[in-house]
């Protein structure tokens, strides 16, 4: 069983435009949620994260939009670069398992200058 | 600061052979966790080392087995290796399992 479903599978966008990723996950006992960027060869790298207490968090270009009502978690880069080219993963963390982190299957993000 | 590092970084190994993964964690970290990342997939937890003690375990079988050190490395064990383990395996570190959690670039294993 997939906790946490995650979309688009790949994703082209322009230069300078907005890249949109979707989370969505099953079980509400998670209390954290991570966003994870990996480029290849490399392992995943923390990007920004967010607690179901908290609607919108914003770093920089990217900003996680959460809907706890809906399970719902989002991923927005703003005036998208090259450079951001990379597999992106969202994660959920159990409530009562801290240990155990659920990740979403990935979306591969390419910028095209 | 170092950060986490895996040896080998490549490994083939044929099916039922039992391999050995190194860890070794980010300075302070005294936590850590493994993971096995399928070919396009996300990573999956295996489990996790806090001061020694394995503290959560996903969905793997009893070959899939670890160790952790008193310098807080650890070793990923996994023996009657199948085709299907080919995977990349990921150890991350953190301080006290608390966040964020810090990568190392992996472990490629091929099982022929």
């Known amino acids: 069983q997939q906790q946490v479903k995650q979309s688009p599978q790949s994703l082209i966008v322009q230069k300078g435009g907005i890249s949109i990723i979707n989370c969505a996950y099953e079980n509400t006992a998670f209390d954290y949620f991570p966003w994870y960027q990996q480029f290849p060869g490399k392992g995943p790298a923390l990007l920004i994260a967010?607690?179901?207490?908290?609607s919108e968090k914003k770093e920089g270009r990217f900003t996680i939009s959460f809907n706890k009502s809906a399970k719902q978690f989002s991923l927005h880069i703003m005036d998208s670069q090259p450079g951001d080219s990379a597999t992106y993963f969202c994660?959920?963390?159990?409530?009562?398992?801290?240990?155990?982190?659920?990740f979403g299957s990935g979306t591969k993000l390419n910028v095209k200058p | 600061e170092t950060g986490v590092t895996q040896s080998p970084t490549h490994l083939i190994k044929t099916r039922g052979q039992q391999v050995t993964l190194r860890c070794s964690s980010q300075s302070g970290h005294n936590t850590v966790s493994w993971y096995q990342q399928a070919l396009g997939q996300g990573p999956q937890f295996i489990f996790q080392?806090?001061?020694?003690?394995?503290?959560g375990r996903g969905n793997f079988p009893p070959r899939f087995s670890g160790l952790q050190f008193p310098n807080y490395s650890s070793e990923l064990n996994v023996n009657a290796l199948e085709l299907d383990d080919s995977a990349l395996y990921l150890c991350?570190?953190?301080?006290?399992?608390?966040?964020?959690?810090?990568f190392g670039d992996g472990t490629r294993l091929s099982i022929l």
């Open positions: 991350a570190s953190s301080r006290d399992g608390n966040q964020p959690q810090h």
């Open positions: 080392y806090y001061r020694e003690e394995e503290n």
């Open positions: 967010i607690r179901p207490d908290v």
């Open positions: 994660a959920a963390r159990g409530l009562y398992n801290f240990n155990k982190f659920y």
